[in-house]
T-cell receptor, first 111, second 116 residues
Framework: GENVEQHPSTLSVQEGDSAVIKCTYS??????FPWYKQELGKGPQLIID?????GEKKDQRIAVTLNKTAKHFSLHITETQPEDSAVYFC??????????FGTGTRLKVLA | GAVVSQHPSWVICKSGTSVKIECRSL??????MFWYRQFPKQSLMLMAT?????????EQGVEKDKFLINHASLTLSTLTVTSAHPEDSSFYIC????????????FGPGTRLTVL
């Protein structure tokens, strides 16, 4: 089955610095690549997504880059703020509509 | 738009009892709904997929007789945990999508189940 890994598993950054989380997947048929943010005790919220015909997408402080050849995509957060502290999950979709969630990255932004 | 709600947000029950969790799409018709389980500090694991009016498809290792799923309408799916045991204690999250393939899933806020 699909294997989805995230690195790093935990990340601490100073407020104002940038954070990068990488998601590596195994299914070459994947064509939709979302990133979710999950705060403690809440459901995941979509923060940005990208489709396979695009290499990069940006939305204010958040960006996602995709390398289909190498089968990985990354989440970039610039000018981090304490409210960015959460667990982030990638969930690439392969040929079906079933999400396979990554292992998760716990981001802590230090004020 | 695209809001999904869950009820209850948390529930505590005694071992051996059954618990029903509701998932509703508030402003759209959900052709497909998904149920996930998340243990502390772990990722979300898909339990089952349900399409309106048909039987749910369960993931490998998920007992269909224990986790009963009903998707009776385009806006409501229910998950019933039958004869709950402490090891069933977890965070249950549903999601819904408007189309069957290649589309964004909208997630509910989750239900914390604690079985004593």
């Amino acid at each position: 089955g699909e294997n989805v890994e995230q690195h790093p598993s935990t990340l601490s950054v100073q407020e104002g610095d940038s954070a990068v989380i990488k998601c590596t997947y195994s299914d070459s048929a994947s064509n939709y690549f979302p990133w979710y943010k999950q705060e403690l005790g809440k459901g995941p919220q979509l923060i940005i997504d990208i489709r396979s015909n695009v290499g990069e997408k940006k939305d204010q402080r958040i960006a996602v880059t995709l390398n289909k050849t190498a089968k990985h995509f990354s989440l970039h957060i610039t000018e981090t703020q304490p409210e960015d502290s959460a667990v982030y999950f990638c969930a690439p979709i392969s040929g079906t509509y079933k999400y396979i969630f990554g292992t998760g990255t716990r981001l802590k932004v230090l004020a | 738009g695209a809001v999904v709600s869950q009820h209850p947000s948390w529930v505590i029950c005694k071992s051996g009892t059954s618990v029903k969790i509701e998932c509703r799409s508030l402003d759209f018709q959900a052709t497909t709904m998904f149920w996930y389980r998340q243990f502390p500090k772990q990722s979300l694991m898909l339990m089952a997929t349900s399409n309106e009016g048909s039987k749910a498809t369960y993931e490998q290792g998920v007992e269909k007789d224990k986790f009963l799923i009903n998707h009776a309408s385009l806006t409501l799916s229910t998950l019933t945990v039958t004869s709950a045991h402490p090891e069933d204690s977890s965070f249950y999250i549903c999601s819904a999508t408007q189309r069957k393939v290649y589309n964004e899933q909208f997630f509910g806020p989750g239900t914390r189940l604690t079985v004593l």
